[in-house]
C-alpha cells in the first residue's frame, strides 16, 4: 500500500530556509502527481505546490518565487525547498500522491498523505 513519510520541518527564523522530504513507497512513478499542502492554525488546508511524474511543476501563489519542488525518483523522495520563510509560512506540511492524469497536478485531488511536518517560522 502507499505510504508517505515527511521529515525536515522545524523552527526558523523569517527569512530563513527548510528542506521538507517525503519519502513515497507503494507509489508507481509512471503517472500521477505529489505535492505539498499545508494547513496553518485556525486556516483550512491549502496547496502548496506540486510536481507531475515527468517533472512538470506547479506552484501555489503564496509559493511561488520561494519555494522549489522537486523529485528524485531514484530514492523515491519528494522534496519541498522553502526559502526566504514567512511568518504566515508556519503549518503543518503534508506530502501528498495521486494516480491518473491531471491537467494540473496543482489542482488534482489527492488520495495519499502523510502524517504531516511541522514548520514553524518565528
Known amino acids: 500500500h502507499v505510504q508517505l513519510v515527511e521529515s525536515g520541518g522545524g523552527s526558523v527564523q523569517a527569512g530563513g530556509s527548510l528542506r521538507l522530504s517525503c519519502v513515497v513507497s507503494g507509489f508507481p512513478r509512471v503517472s500521477g502527481c505529489t505535492g505539498w499542502f499545508r494547513r496553518a492554525p485556525g486556516k483550512e488546508r491549502e496547496r502548496v505546490a506540486a510536481i507531475d511524474w515527468d517533472g512538470t511543476t506547479s506552484y501555489a501563489l503564496t509559493a511561488k518565487g520561494r519555494f522549489i519542488i522537486s523529485q528524485d525518483n531514484a530514492k523515491n523522495t519528494l522534496y519541498l525547498q522553502m526559502n526566504s520563510l514567512k511568518l504566515e509560512d508556519t503549518a503543518m506540511y503534508y506530502c501528498?500522491?495521486?494516480?491518473?492524469?491531471?491537467?494540473?497536478?496543482?489542482?488534482?485531488?489527492?488520495?495519499?498523505w502523510g502524517q504531516g511536518t511541522q514548520v514553524t517560522v518565528s
Open positions: 501528498v500522491a495521486q494516480g491518473g492524469i491531471w491537467d494540473s497536478c496543482l489542482k488534482a485531488a489527492y488520495t495519499y
